[in-house]
């Protein structure tokens, strides 16, 4: 364990959300600390209020009534009212995240993402379900954005959590500096490990970023003995073909029988965060519906298993 500094307990993290009482990602009941940044810009993301390491404004235009309040309310002018008598955000302007226009929105149709929490205080919301913890075998997990996006941060907080005897895993794309990944290994009990694509040209089509520097990550982990459980978003059409399964088999396929490697979670593609798309002022970048039927996630749950990989579906 590392020793547990001042600096360390003072040092802040900018987090989006806190989720208690989570079973899916990680053993046990879990608590999920969501990091703000990402280097990726995957065109499924439910969490695009994790994307950028800032303060954001949340608009919901249906619950608006168009009063002015938050007008007069932000001091850097971000809110404004058109010639049409319509509220407007400008999305050009930064928010220094005073959440000034919350307060006084009278019909809560606004809402800034975005807090900026020192590990201590993390870790006060984290220890009020120490008991689920221990009955449960559960822990912490990181996830965001993307937590290794905020090192020095993720470290603190899962030495923190290591230091008190909590379990810790992250959920992580792996697209970082190697020597980022090897620090907040030594405070991880598992690492969940997307795999979105093996191809580096459509992985990059789909994601803004190549994927060498995540494949060359995940070897290293898995070679030094860390635990990894591979989770692999699932798109119809776009990574569910049989010649992509067997690509990430081929890959894996040296590393199968390590005790470090956990086996294979599929992620079916889900809706969930479509709408906050809207109230970023964002496009939602996904034509079509490509979800998975689950004669679909069965088939490819077949293939994998035929290799005698572990594999399971996680249905949110």
């Known amino acids: 364990m590392g020793v ?42 439910s969490n695009p209020e994790g994307l950028e390491q ?11 009534t168009n009063c002015g309040a938050c007008v007069d309310a932000c001091p850097m002018g971000i809110h404004y009212i058109d010639e049409n008598g319509q509220h407007q955000v400008r999305r050009d302007r930064s928010c220094n995240g005073c ?6 929105c009278p019909v809560a149709a606004l809402n800034i993402t975005g807090q900026v929490r020192t590990i201590s205080e993390l870790m006060e919301i984290i220890h009020e379900d120490d008991a689920f913890y221990e009955m449960s075998g ?16 993720a470290i603190a907080l899962l030495r923190a959590c290591k230091n008190d005897g909590i379990n810790t895993a992250i959920e992580t794309c ?22 979105k694509h093996m191809d580096p040209i459509k992985h990059n089509q789909l994601t803004g970023i190549s994927n060498e520097r995540i494949l060359a990550n ?31 088999i081929d890959f894996l396929r040296p590393y199968k029988d390590l005790p470090n490697f956990q ?22 970048p996904v034509d079509g519906d490509p979800s998975l039927s689950d004669e679909d ?20």
């Open 4 to 45: 547990q500094t001042k600096v360390d307990i003072e040092r802040q993290a900018m987090v989006f959300n806190v989720q208690k009482y989570n079973v899916y990602d990680g053993p046990g009941i879990r608590t999920i600390v969501f990091l703000k940044g990402c280097p990726l810009r995957c065109q499924w993301c």
């Open 54 to 64: 800032k303060y954001q404004v949340m608009y919901k235009s249906d619950l608006c």
């Open 99 to 104: 959440r000034k226009c919350v307060e006084v």
């Open 138 to 153: 559960g822990g912490v997990t990181l996830s965001g954005g993307e937590c290794t996006a905020q090192p020095e941060a």
């Open 174 to 195: 792996g697209h970082t500096k190697l020597d980022n990944i090897l620090k907040i290994a030594e405070y991880t009990d598992l690492f969940l490990y997307d795999l």
């Open 218 to 248: 995940l070897q290293e982990l898995l070679k030094l003995g860390y635990k990894i459980k591979i989770r692999m978003p699932l798109l119809k059409g776009i990574n569910d073909s049989k010649a992509e399964i067997d690509a990430i």
């Open 263 to 284: 086996g294979i979670n599929l992620l079916p593609y889900h809706k969930l965060g479509v709408n906050k798309y809207g109230q970023l002022g964002m496009e939602y």
């Open 297 to 316: 996630l069965d088939r490819i749950e077949g293939w994998i298993a035929e290799y005698d990989f572990p594999v399971d579906v996680i249905r949110h």
